[in-house]
Nanobody
Framework: QVQLVESGGGLVQAGGSLRLSCTAS????????MGWFRQAPGKQRELVAVLTSVGSTNYANSVKGRFTISRDNAKNTVYLQMNSLKPEDTAVYYC???????????????WGQGTQVTVSS
């Protein structure tokens, strides 16, 4: 069983910063990618940032230059440093992991429980 556990959400004023963390635990053989999605009320879940096992990154246009995704491979942890936050960044942020439980298994997608980020104007 694999679990993704997020932390670091909260309330911050516009222009402020937050750092989200997500740790994968359980039966993990390899991680293809880990990333962050977000969902605001009444909107679809959208990609924020993703980091692959070879170090490639992809960011939503709306967060480029403000958010940075990074990882600690030894801890199976991915971080999202969010700077210059805007009210429109308010959403529930979900950690996403695409990984294999064993060397024989397929790649499966796992989700964290979500952490609320609220940016006040």
């Amino acid at each position: 069983q694999v679990q993704l556990v997020e932390s670091g959400g909260g309330l911050v004023q516009a222009g402020g910063s937050l750092r989200l963390s997500c740790t994968a635990s359980g039966s993990i053989y390899s991680i293809d990618s880990m990333g962050w999605f977000r969902q605001a009320p009444g909107k679809q879940r959208e990609l924020v940032a993703v980091l692959t096992s070879v170090g490639s990154t992809n960011y939503a246009n709306s967060v480029k230059g403000r958010f940075t995704i990074s990882r600690d491979n030894a801890k199976n942890t991915v971080y999202l440093q969010m700077n210059s936050l805007k009210p429109e960044d308010t959403a529930v942020y979900y950690c996403n992991g695409n990984l294999r439980s064993t060397w024989l298994s397929n790649v499966y997608t796992y989700w964290g429980q979500g952490t609320q980020v609220t940016v006040s104007s």
